[in-house]
Nanobody
Framework: QLQLVESGGGLVQAGGSLRLSCAAS????????MAWFRQAPGKEREFVAA????????IFADSVKGRFTISTDNAKNTVYLQMNSLKPEDTAVYYC????????????????????WGQGTQVTVSS
């Protein structure tokens, strides 16, 4: 019903920046919250950031707060993750997700709250 495709990953030096994109297709008229998760080798998939459909509410993991920004372009059915001041520990496969958590109520940090997932895009930060 909803398809998500990430792009924009790549190799960057520590301190650099990358902008990830997630394009949605299908039932884009639904008011989904959008999120980014990441998974490093040997680790669990962890929450990075989320944004409400309206864009009024954003939440971030403590590890990226102040460095990453999440935004949407509803006209293009796209969500972005702007990553600045990248660190080697940011290296992971980054996944886009969509679901129905109410971020304003404190939800949205668990992968169980998202029904739709993209295929992932690799981000590698070299030291």
């Amino acid at each position: 019903q909803l398809q998500l495709v990430e792009s924009g990953g790549g190799l960057v030096q520590a301190g650099g920046s990358l902008r990830l994109s997630c394009a949605a297709s299908g039932r884009t008229f639904s008011k989904y919250a959008m999120a980014w998760f990441r998974q490093a080798p040997g680790k669990e998939r962890e929450f990075v950031a989320a944004i409400s459909w309206s864009g009024d509410t954003t939440i971030f993991a403590d590890s990226v707060k102040g460095r990453f920004t999440i935004s949407t372009d509803n006209a293009k059915n796209t969500v972005y993750l702007q990553m600045n001041s990248l660190k080697p520990e940011d290296t992971a496969v980054y996944y886009c997700a969509a679901g129905l958590p109410r971020l304003i109520l404190g939800a949205g940090r668990s992968r169980r709250e998202y029904a739709y997932w993209g295929q992932g895009t690799q981000v590698t930060v070299s030291s």
